[in-house]
């Protein structure tokens, strides 16, 4: 049973540092998305990427984000510096093109918490 | 861009009656309409979807209904059960682009 994993699945910082969360899509999947969920906001998303190269990350704060696809089994999401209303569940969901439309699978998510 | 609306944000309803999810869309080019139940402490699955093709489809206790003029597609789930308590979130997309989802839909059935 093929699934997306991430990585952490809870981290806990300090307001400042640096934040990685990595995430592997399922084998064969060309797309992956990254989400935002917080109870005021609901599910943002932040960045996805086809094919390994960004299509839209316009979700996401760009001073202190970033997100990349080093290959084609690894996407990150880096959060530098970190702060407390980045506090939130981080979803990676990926999804194929094979005339599937977008269905996507999401990975367990990350729990950050920024103190 | 796309923006999808969803209603209610919370709905209780008694084990074994129905609860129906209402959701409406901006971007009349969106053809793809799925819908994700989140349990507690889970991540969204997809449970069911439906294409700008068709106007319902159903899957056992669930059910979706598409009317592509006004804009507006829903969930239907009969016979509800406490397993079925969780958030639900409708989303919309357009071919291979991204999805835009609801708000989310907090159901509780009460046994």
């Known amino acids: 049973d093929a699934r997306v994993t991430q990585t952490p699945r809870d981290k806990v910082t300090e307001m400042g540092q640096e934040v990685t969360m990595r995430c592997q899509p399922i084998?064969?999947?060309?797309?992956v998305f990254w989400y935002r969920q917080t109870m005021k906001q609901g599910l943002e998303l932040l960045a996805y990427?086809?094919?390994?190269?960004?299509?839209?990350d316009s979700g996401m704060p760009k001073d202190r984000f970033s997100a990349e696809m080093p290959d084609a089994t690894l996407a990150t999401l880096k959060i530098q510096p970190s702060e407390p209303r980045d506090s939130a569940v981080y979803f990676c969901?990926?999804?194929?093109?094979?005339?599937?439309?977008?269905?996507?699978?999401f990975g367990p998510g990350t729990r950050l918490t920024v103190l | 861009g796309e923006n999808v609306e969803q209603h209610p944000s919370t709905l209780s309803v008694q084990e074994g009656d129905s609860a129906v999810i209402k959701c409406t869309y901006s971007?009349?080019?969106?053809?793809?309409f799925p819908w994700y139940k989140q349990e507690l402490g889970k991540r969204p699955q997809l449970i069911i979807d439906i294409r700008s093709n068709v106007g319902e489809k159903k899957d056992q206790r669930i059910a979706v209904t598409l009317n592509k003029t006004a804009k507006h597609f829903s969930l239907h789930i009969t016979e509800t059960q406490p397993e079925d308590s969780a958030v639900y979130f409708c989303?919309?997309?357009?071919?291979?682009?991204?999805?835009?989802f609801g708000i989310g839909t907090k159901l509780q059935v009460i046994p």
């Open positions: 969901a990926s999804g194929g093109t094979s005339g599937t439309y977008n269905e996507q699978f």
């Open positions: 971007d009349s080019a969106s053809n793809y």
């Open positions: 084998l064969g999947h060309n797309t």
């Open positions: 990427f086809r094919n390994r190269a960004p299509l839209d």
């Open positions: 989303a919309a997309a357009w071919g291979y682009q991204k999805v835009t």
